[in-house]
């Protein structure tokens, strides 16, 4: 069922699949684990973005590596030690991405700017899906880009959580360039033209 509804994203023009893993700790929350997602990478050749809201991540990006990621972000909050994870992620051939909650400042990643290839603006509380966009949380985004132009980095810049067309155009006019959309896509039997909705409300309103 997961499978098909990957499918279903590719066919729609997603350019990658967001998985959230929750480990009902971390967050309070329970998704899936490594094997689901190996079992949705037979189904996919699309991109995967693993986005892990699990305590001590370290102890398991073999096994996302291993299953399929292409990204794995993780939360600087989780209590893995950040220099190390990022540098087990990289060791598997995957891109390392910080992500920041809404109530943690984005200062928290810039001394590992030069070291990622993401940051993962998280634009809702993680745990569950279908909430409003916080609006507050767009400042961090400019100043992540300022800061990102100040140290001569470029990371992609993603927002995660109650984005729609209207919020994709608001973030990307603040500096993000990679957008997550759950209920505003799945939601919609015509995938197809959400996610176009989403791809050019952000390219119009690009900063
Ligand atoms: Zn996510």
């Known amino acids: 069922m997961l499978g098909k509804e990957a499918q279903r994203m590719e066919k729609g023009g997603a350019d990658m699949l967001h998985l959230d893993v929750m480990d009902g700790n971390f967050v309070p929350n329970i998704s899936f684990g490594a094997p689901v997602i190996s079992a949705i990478r037979k189904c996919t050749p699309m991109k995967f973005d693993v986005h892990l809201m699990i305590n001590k991540p370290l102890r398991f990006i073999e096994d996302f590596a291993e299953a399929g990621a292409d990204i794995i972000t993780f939360h600087a909050e989780a209590g893995s030690p950040v220099y190390e994870t990022i540098e087990k992620i990289r060791s598997f051939g995957c891109v390392p991405s910080l992500c920041v909650r809404p109530l943690t400042s984005v200062d928290e990643v810039f001394p590992f700017l030069d070291k990622i290839g993401m940051?993962?603006?998280?634009?809702?509380?993680?745990?569950?899906?279908?909430?409003?966009?916080?609006?507050?949380?767009?400042?961090?985004?400019?100043?992540?880009?300022?800061?990102?132009?100040?140290?001569?980095?470029?990371?992609?810049?993603?927002?995660?959580?109650?984005?729609?067309?209207?919020?994709?155009?608001?973030?990307?006019?603040?500096?993000?360039?990679?957008?997550?959309?759950?209920?505003?896509?799945?939601?919609?039997?015509?995938?197809?033209?959400?996610?176009?909705?989403?791809?050019?409300?952000?390219?119009?309103?690009?900063a």
């Open 119 to 206: 940051v993962l603006i998280m634009t809702v509380e993680p745990g569950f899906g279908g909430q409003p966009f916080i609006k507050e949380t767009i400042s961090k985004i400019a100043d992540l880009r300022a800061e990102c132009k100040k140290r001569g980095v470029n990371p992609d810049i993603e927002v995660d959580g109650g984005i729609n067309a209207e919020t994709a155009a608001l973030a990307a006019s603040k500096g993000a360039n990679v957008m997550v959309a759950g209920s505003y896509i799945f939601n919609c039997p015509d995938a197809a033209g959400a996610i176009a909705r989403i791809r050019s409300a952000a390219e119009n309103a690009r």
